[in-house]
């Protein structure tokens, strides 16, 4: 199975990269030319994730790495409030009630915080 790599046209992408990406399997796809938003989506959580997170930790290995993006993306889709969606959720709780204290919690050792009503 192929994975694709899809990246823009920087000359840091030379054929001896992605050479390196076909030994194991990554397709490597350059974006269109003059296309600058294209990616922007890419672009913004490439950004987040590297502000809100990883620029504030030391790594130890690619276990901890992993597990660190995984709590990431897990805070960044359900956690966090979007600013293109009115400062909303993506997928708020349903059962969630109307008046009730609200608690923080926290991920990454609380790096990264979120803020829920309690269950009444």
Partial sequence: ???LGIHDRDPLYTE???SILRTV???SVKLP???PNLNAYCERFV???KSECL???ILFGEAHLRH???EYVEHYHMERNHQGLGNQLIDPPKDQPVVA???RRQRLGGMLNFYCRQAA
């Fill in 47 to 49: 950004l987040s994730i």
């Fill in 25 to 27: 399997n990554i397709e």
């Fill in 1 to 3: 199975m192929r994975t």
């Fill in 33 to 35: 030319p003059r296309s």
């Fill in 16 to 18: 001896a990269f992605r």
């Fill in 68 to 70: 660190v993006i995984r």
């Fill in 55 to 57: 620029d504030r930790m």
């Fill in 101 to 103: 204290r609200i608690d």
